[in-house]
């Protein structure tokens, strides 16, 4: 089974690389639909673990912002003592939700190093040519220099009309397209 759904991730992941005649074309298009699944499966996979961390993320969250209170009224206070207690307290709560934070970055991710290692099967000894000269770099590269920035710029841009889309769901009336 494992060796069918694999045959089956490839052969849809390597689509979008052969709709074009221009091997050149078919790369760069299969490259940009490849950063495209990763950033869209990205997502959803960080909303699914915002979404299961919830309850503990807010709980961390609001220790910490107890905590912080704490320690400010026992500086007030000028008690030394329970300052650095509550500001340690505070710390703690405040690495755990940053340990959550880190989750969920790290599930946004896993599907681009999973394209990585997709295209290192397919394109490892593929040579690529340059668009244009890069002094000292050579005349060819291998698929993570078109990949990389490509991954960035797609996901910078899914960033953007995602922001903007909330905006115009929220406020219709004060957005204009």
Known sequence: MPAQLFA???????APFRWFD???????????????QSVALGHALASGMARAQRAVREKHESEAARRSELAMQALQAQDKTAYLAQNRLAKDAYGHSMALAVGRVTASLCPAVGALAWLDLRFREVPLDLPFAIPGLG????????????YFLVRFLWAHAS???????????KTAL
């Open 8 to 14: 089956l991730l490839d052969a849809w992941l390597i």
């Open 22 to 36: 221009a091997p050149e074309a078919g790369f760069l298009f299969g490259i940009l639909a490849l950063c495209l």
């Open 139 to 150: 005349a060819t590269v291998l698929y993570p220099f078109y990949f990389i920035p490509a």
């Open 163 to 173: 922001r903007r889309y909330r905006i115009f769901r929220s406020h219709p009336e």
